[in-house]
T-cell receptor, first 108, second 113 residues
Framework: KQEVTQIPAALSVPEGENLVLNCSFT??????LQWFRQDPGKGLTSLLL?????REQTSGRLNASLDKSSGRSTLYIAASQPGDSATYLC???????FGPGTRLSVLP | DAGVTQSPTHLIKTRGQQVTLRCSPK?????VSWYQQALGQGPQFIFQ???????QRGNFPDRFSGHQFPNYSSELNVNALLLGDSALYLC????????????FGQGTRLTVV
């Protein structure tokens, strides 16, 4: 059974800092991993999808890496902005199992 | 492209009642998945529909049932509502079953009183 953990659970930083959010999963036999953001009370917005054949994906200030063998993914946010404040969720393999999320607050 | 749309956005029901939630997938998507998200937690997978059939199911009781129509839209039905069913219900669509990106709707907030 796939289990997903995310560290840290919450993070509060001043604007401009570079951030690293971590996702760990127990079953490494996955095809892909997707990162989402969720604003309070809203649905999920897809940020990045990493296929198992890839090690990294980049979109603007976001970069996500995937290491299947160690069961880890990392989301890197460069030059954080107040608009990045949200909960960030990772989901390996067809999004059936989600991590609990990292709640990010970027202070102006 | 309208994306994934869900209706209604909010709903209040009484314990023991039944509820139906609706989802229209993103254009070109034929696979719909449903999730339940309690406050402060990550989404929990309920089930997935493809070609009008339930393909996979999470650890939810039979009170939770669904349907997919020929136009790929989907319904989630919950019978005999419990207070613990209060949650945000999310629908996701993708272009087929497999290693594809999923897109989510804005969700339906269900409150059971």
């Amino acid at each position: 059974k796939q289990e997903v953990t995310q560290i840290p659970a919450a993070l509060s930083v001043p604007e401009g800092e570079n951030l690293v959010l971590n996702c760990s999963f127990t079953d490494s036999a996955i095809y892909n991993l997707q990162w989402f953001r969720q604003d309070p009370g809203k649905g999920l917005t897809s940020l990045l999808l990493i296929q198992s054949s890839q090690r990294e994906q980049t979109s603007g200030r976001l970069n996500a890496s995937l290491d299947k063998s160690s069961g880890r993914s990392t989301l890197y946010i460069a030059a954080s902005q107040p608009g990045d404040s949200a909960t960030y969720l990772c989901a390996p393999e067809q999004n059936f199992v989600f991590g609990p999320g990292t709640r990010l607050s970027v202070l102006p | 492209d309208a994306g994934v749309t869900q209706s209604p956005t909010h709903l209040i029901k009484t314990r023991g009642q039944q509820v139906t939630l609706r989802c229209s997938p993103k254009s070109g998507h034929d696979t719909v998945s449903w999730y339940q998200q309690a406050l402060g937690q990550g989404p929990q997978f309920i089930f997935q529909y493809y070609e009008e059939e339930e393909r996979q199911r999470g650890n939810f009781p039979d009170r939770f049932s669904g349907h997919q129509f020929p136009n790929y839209s989907s319904e989630l039905n919950v019978n005999a509502l419990l207070l613990g069913d209060s949650a945000l219900y999310l629908c996701a669509s993708s272009p087929g079953v497999g290693t594809t990106e999923a897109f989510f709707g804005q969700g339906t907030r269900l409150t059971v009183v």
